[in-house]
């Protein structure tokens, strides 16, 4: 059976039809292009926000009526002032009766899978035929009647149940009890008396029109409120102080008294009280700023200045006093110094002003969560967040793995209709999305159960993995034997997740198999015995007998990893505004959700278009196809990314973010960073994998700046500020270091030249300022910036509106009005989601400016760094939260050899920002003087290893050639040297203190920071100059996800040797100085007049060499001791020419000059 979904305003036709084997039924075909204008909003709950009114169009609510005025129905060549008048019913003026309310259909879309792309029709092919399935829906779901022998689906009044208590029944059985007393089967209370249309104009009561779009913003060159004019026919004996005291002054909350419960129905003025404070909550901040203690940070600073003049006399009196018997050593070595001195001065002087912040979550939940005048029905008022989560390749990262992440995600505390979950499948394989189909089968156990027990982690394998006893604090009757359901559930989840592979490949081969037997059949009847066999294809296949449009097992035309179409399914449909409570625990439902919410955020399944000869820019332009997809779907005004392995570990994480985002100054926030924590890291953190050095020390010393870096994963976005636009306010900085500020306000028009501004785009006034020439031709660019779909163009200031701040808030100037989103998400129809898919084609981003200004940045490795690097030269700020339970708790690699090539890609990334536009040296005056060394240095540290290299060789040098740095150990060179190192440990045990990290963790950073520096950077370097110079493009591999597997094998890879080039310089510096020292010291034994000093000197500098490669070493032994062979070829290798060329350049004392000579006997 077909259907044909049109909408009047859009050339859009879609025909859908159940799935065929060959899956040509099933086709959505478009009349014209590839993009849909139809517009999508978010409707607004308030009458205060920004509106569009059709002529004519009036909307009723109970207890009055709301007249819009338009400017069609007057003069075009008067000035108006949009606006709209709420008149309270009275005996002359009765409620008009509301209009009904037409809905989409929107049943098959979560069973439809959407593809298109190049050169082909979009297709939309149901994966279950759903058409008549509304009350297998409703059941699934609980919602059926609770009456006895009656398993009809539950009546809704609206959107919502007849009865407040919630007892659901079908409309048959609730006549039935309107005609028997009218009571309610649940609470045995009288059903409401308000009639249907009652309802209906209650709900239009809390709604506001459409916001604006662009193209008639652009019609109308400003975008202002309802326009008014007098309301004609009104009477002229309406007596508004009349009717106040006739309803006792409830009308408005300006009057003298307040009815207590907010009704007057006590007597006198004993039924009144004091109006309440509705302005204490919005003066409430939801955020603080808690600074470093100044018993801290004062001798910090002060050690950061001892330590800066010591380095400065004692480099003078190195260049002072060189070692006339060894000029290249001296000289090699004071190069290596200064340098050492300047990379250590980048480096400490973005930590002078660290801070720590905290958060009210209870102020949070008050000001946006509880009813209010503008929110009567208490909706939540929080601005909607779209989740991205990214996967390239199935085989290095699991999909069990995945699907725990995606798992926590559902399952986090924030409003479920507020919630939207994309998952970018790269590599567009059919194991992904299977296992994102049964991972949606799986959260609606798993997230019921979580709310109602209130678990924490939220992801099912860490939740039963963990150690600690999980009765603590558990009240709940129910909840062991709920638990032990819900563990076997999970149990049977991962048998069926590890056995989809097997599944889908026994399926693939079954059906190719019966199509080769259907060819060879068709071949026989024809009768071509002498023609060539019939080639058939050897497809993948999905579970209804259908082709797979992605990639396939066996690589084809059109479906391999890099050329297929685009993909998207909504495996869960948005949610109802109304929460939906569960019901008993029976044969469909598991466990007993009485009491409890059941909805599920949305949840979709993207994989965007690949075609060969297009460039795909990996993991940032998978991003940007979910940014411009979102924006379509659900557009919600901020975004929150995660890596597939990185999932929630606290549940009010999102809450905590957007306590930032929504506190006062918060518009000037483009993200707020959390950092990263790492689970399965063996407990000695040999590789220094938790890298708290950076995410505690120098993450929050940045955050007193202008805010931490974007670190790839854990990181909520403004879309806006995603979008390449300016903030609504910023600061420039003028003169020596920056001292000299200039505040600026961005979101006025600017007077000044064209070209002043062409470099950046700034958001278009959305209040009632006037709009200039200028201004109006950058808007006409808005299509060219961000491509064709009118759509996607149209959502943009949708998306700025909404993620405003309140316009309560002290100083807020362009606000929204509280309560404006406290209102249902738009269904998501057939005609959306082709417009979504024709945003992630592999065309759509020529010629405009994804990659380069919008969106993340392409053409770096560390594409993160860049992007938020952007955002911070346009004038924004971010934030860095570090909340009491760790946020998000990912996966890192423990082998030496997959941590290298790790902090491989790192370097060569920073090696390519450090050669581009994006250097710090070039930024703009709206980024702090210290914010820029600090981004400066991320660009410059991987060029220290080459003086790190130098350095670590000179020791052994020194002892080879008997002589020193130094022409003797002086006492000024000792107290220098004792000065600078003694400040060292100061600054670090105060680093210590004031960021919460441990000794053992420092001194682990120590370690990988030589580590790291004699192996991958030098190589990133190289990498670097090649890309620069030569135009090499450099290729990395996905660094492989762990698997969970047994305690007992928990730590197996960090005893695995992978041989790799990177572990060549290391190897070698630790053999010569380990040789040199036993030969210096047998040499100064034996000799006539041993030279102690120099041999304690070079001992010294060798010994702390071998101290930091400790680890590397350990690695190196695996777990039995074992060392590769070709560990000691390459070592011995290196070792015996680097000696032969010393010996060569320095020949021992008393040699022949022809001892190098050859000759015959």
């Given amino acids: 059976m077909a259907r044909r979904v049109s909408s009047p305003a859009s050339p859009v036709t879609i025909t859908v039809s159940s799935g065929g084997k060959d899956g040509s039924e099933g086709v959505l075909r478009r009349s014209i292009g590839l993009t849909s204008p139809v517009p999508r909003h978010s409707l607004p709950n308030n009458l205060n926000s920004p509106v569009t009114a059709r002529p004519g169009s009036r909307a009723s609510s109970i207890g009055g009526r709301y007249l819009s005025a338009s400017k069609d129905e007057t003069d075009a060549s008067s000035e108006f002032v949009h606006y709209t008048v709420h008149i309270p019913p009275t005996p002359d003026h009765p409620a008009a009766a509301p209009e009904p309310e037409s809905r989409p259909n929107r049943s098959y879309i979560s069973g439809t899978i959407f593809t298109g792309g190049l050169n082909c029709v979009t297709r939309g092919h149901v994966m279950e035929c759903s058409a008549d399935s509304s009350q297998a829906v409703a059941k699934s779901t609980g919602l059926v009647c609770k009456m006895k022998g009656c398993d009809g689906v539950a009546f809704l009044n609206g959107s919502k149940l007849p009865c407040e208590c919630g007892f659901m029944i079908c409309k048959e059985c609730y006549m039935e009890c309107i005609g028997g007393g009218s009571q309610c089967p649940g609470c045995k209370e009288p059903y409401s008396t308000t009639s249907d249309e009652e309802d209906s104009g209650s709900e239009t009561e809390d709604q506001a029109l459409p916001l604006t779009s662009m193209a008639k913003f652009m019609a109308g060159r400003r975008l202002s409120m309802v326009q008014s004019m007098k309301v004609p026919n009104k009477p002229s004996d309406f007596d508004h102080n009349r009717w106040l005291f006739e309803t006792k002054g409830t009308y408005g909350?300006?009057?003298?008294?307040?009815?207590?419960?907010?009704?007057?129905?006590?007597?006198?003025?004993?039924?009144?009280?004091?109006?309440?404070?509705?302005?204490?909550?919005c003066r409430r901040p939801l955020t603080r700023k808690v600074g470093v203690s100044q018993a801290i940070i004062s001798p910090y600073r002060l050690l950061i200045i001892i330590r800066l003049v010591a380095l400065g006399f004692f480099l003078m009196w190195r260049i002072r006093h060189p070692n006339h018997e060894a000029m290249w050593l001296w000289g090699m070595s004071i190069t290596c110094e200064i340098w050492f001195a300047f990379s250590w001065l980048l480096d400490q002087l973005p930590k002078l002003c660290p801070v720590n912040r905290a958060t009210d979550l209870s102020v949070l939940k008050e000001r946006f969560e509880l009813p209010s005048s503008r929110n009567p029905k208490g909706r939540s008022d929080l601005p909607g967040i779209d989740v991205f989560v990214s996967t390239a390749d199935p085989d290095?990262?699991?999909?069990?793995?995945?699907?725990?992440?995606?798992?926590?995600i559902l399952a986090v505390d924030y409003p479920v209709e507020k919630l939207a979950c994309y998952l970018s499948d790269d590599g567009g394989s059919l194991l992904t999305f299977e296992a994102l189909a049964e991972t949606a089968s799986f959260a609606r156990v798993w997230v019921p159960f979580c709310r109602k027990h209130d678990v924490e982690p939220r992801n099912p394998e860490a939740y039963f993995?963990?150690?600690?006893?999980?009765?603590?604090?558990?009240v709940r009757l129910d909840f062991v034997r709920e638990r032990r359901k819900v563990k076997r559930e999970y149990d049977e989840f991962k048998v069926r997740i590890n056995s989809l592979p097997e599944s889908i490949r026994r399926r693939s081969d079954a059906y190719n198999a019966h199509e080769e037997l259907r060819a060879k059949k068709q071949e026989e009847m024809g009768g071509n015995i002498n023609s060539e066999p019939v080639?058939?294809?050897?497809?993948?296949?999905?579970?209804?007998?259908?082709?797979?449009?992605?990639?396939w097992l066996s690589a084809d035309e059109d479906h391999s990893r890099g050329d297929h179409a685009g993909i998207i399914q909504a495996m869960l449909a948005p949610p109802n505004s109304e929460p939906v409570i569960g019901t008993e625990a029976n044969d469909s439902n598991l466990i007993d959700t009485t009491g409890v919410d059941i909805r599920l955020p949305m949840l979709v399944y993207v994989s965007r278009e690949k075609r060969p000869g297009y460039d795909h820019n990996k993991k940032a332009g998978a991003?940007?196809?979910?940014?411009?997809?979102?924006?379509?779907?659900?557009?919600?005004?901020?975004?929150?990314?995660?890596?597939?392995?990185?999932?929630?570990?606290?549940?009010?994480?999102?809450?905590?973010?957007?306590?930032?985002?929504?506190?006062?100054?918060?518009?000037?926030?483009?993200?707020?960073?959390?950092?990263?924590?790492?689970?399965?890291?063996?407990?000695?953190?040999?590789?220094?994998?938790?890298?708290?050095?950076?995410?505690?020390v120098s993450m929050r010393a940045m955050d007193g700046l202008q805010g931490p870096m974007y670190v790839g994963t854990g990181c909520i976005f403004r879309r806006t500020a995603l979008y390449g636009f300016t903030p609504p306010r910023a600061t420039e900085h003028h003169g020596w270091f920056g001292r000299k500020k200039i505040k600026l306000l961005l979101r006025k028009p600017t007077m000044g030249k064209k070209s002043d501004r062409a470099n950046e785009i700034v958001m278009p006034p959305f209040e009632d300022e006037m709009i200039e020439e200028g201004d109006t031709e950058s808007l006409s660019l808005l299509p060219k910036r961000f491509g064709s779909s009118a759509t996607l163009v149209a959502s943009i200031p949708v998306a700025e509106y909404q993620g405003r701040l309140l316009q309560d808030l002290p100083g807020v100037h362009q606000g929204r009005p509280a309560g404006s989103l406290a209102v249902p998400r738009e269904p998501l129809d057939a005609a959306t989601v082709a417009e979504a898919i024709s945003v992630i084609s592999c065309f759509y981003e020529d010629k405009t400016e994804w990659g380069r200004r919008v969106g993340w940045i392409y053409g770096s490795v560390t594409e993160d760094v860049v992007t938020g690097y952007r955002m911070h030269n346009r004038g924004w700020r971010s934030v860095y939260c570090v909340t009491k339970r760790d946020a998000f708790r990912g996966t890192a690699p423990i082998n030496l050899t997959d941590r290298l090539h790790q902090v491989l890609r790192w370097a060569t990334g920073s090696v390519e920002i450090f050669f581009s536009r994006n250097n710090a040296l070039f930024a703009s005056r709206r980024m702090k003087f210290l914010q820029r060394i600090a981004y400066f240095n991320v660009g410059m540290y991987p060029f220290t290893s080459i003086f790190l290299l130098v350095y670590c060789i000179l020791p052994a040098v020194s002892l080879f050639s008997g002589q020193f740095i130094v022409q003797s150990l002086s006492i000024t060179f000792l107290i220098f040297l004792l000065a600078i190192t003694i400040t060292l440990c100061l600054l670090a045990l105060l680093e210590i203190k004031w960021s919460g990290i441990t000794l053992h963790e420092w001194w682990r950073n120590e370690q990988f920071w030589v580590i790291g520096g004699t192996s991958a950077h030098p190589a990133a370097v190289l990498q670097g100059l090649l890309k620069v110079i030569a135009g090499v493009d450099i290729s990395f591999t996905l660094t492989s996800k762990p698997a969970t597997d047994d305690n007992d094998d928990a730590?197996?890879?960090?005893?695995?040797?992978?041989?790799?080039?990177?572990?060549?310089?290391?190897?070698?510096?630790?053999?010569?100085?380990?040789?040199?020292?036993?030969?210096?010291?047998?040499?100064?034994?034996?000799?006539e007049f041993p030279q102690w000093s120099k041999l304690l000197g070079?001992?010294?500098?060798?010994?702390?060499?071998?101290?930091?490669?400790?680890?590397?070493?350990?690695?190196?032994?695996?777990?039995?001791?074992?060392?590769?062979?070709?560990?000691?070829?390459?070592?011995?290798?290196?070792s015996i020419i680097i000696s032969l060329l010393w010996v060569y350049i320095s020949p021992p004392a008393g040699a022949r000059k022809d001892y190098m000579s050859f000759q015959f006997p």
């Fill in 396 to 408: 290095k990262e699991p999909p069990l793995v995945t699907a725990n992440t995606i798992l926590s």
């Fill in 535 to 551: 080639k058939v294809v050897r497809a993948t296949w999905m579970s209804d007998g259908s082709h797979w449009p992605g990639a």
């Fill in 1051 to 1087: 730590f197996a890879e960090l005893y695995m040797v992978k041989w790799s080039f990177l572990m060549v310089p290391p190897i070698t510096i630790m053999m010569i100085n380990a040789i040199a020292i036993a030969v210096a010291l047998a040499r100064t034994m034996y000799s």
């Fill in 1098 to 1134: 070079g001992v010294f500098f060798s010994f702390w060499v071998l101290c930091h490669l400790y680890p590397f070493a350990k690695g190196l032994m695996g777990r039995r001791g074992k060392v590769p062979t070709i560990v000691f070829v390459w070592s011995g290798l290196l």
């Fill in 253 to 281: 909350y300006g009057n003298a008294v307040w009815p207590k419960d907010g009704r007057g129905d006590g007597g006198g003025f004993k039924g009144f009280e004091e109006p309440p404070d509705f302005g204490g909550k």
């Fill in 465 to 474: 993995g963990q150690k600690r006893d999980f009765l603590k604090n558990k």
């Fill in 623 to 696: 991003m940007n196809a979910l940014v411009r997809t979102s924006a379509i779907m659900s557009n919600g005004p901020f975004i929150l990314n995660l890596d597939c392995d990185h999932y929630v570990y606290n549940s009010l994480a999102l809450r905590e973010g957007m306590c930032f985002m929504l506190d006062r100054g918060g518009d000037r926030i483009c993200y707020v960073q959390f950092p990263q924590r790492f689970e399965g890291i063996d407990p000695s953190d040999r590789y220094a994998n938790h890298n708290l050095v950076f995410f505690d």
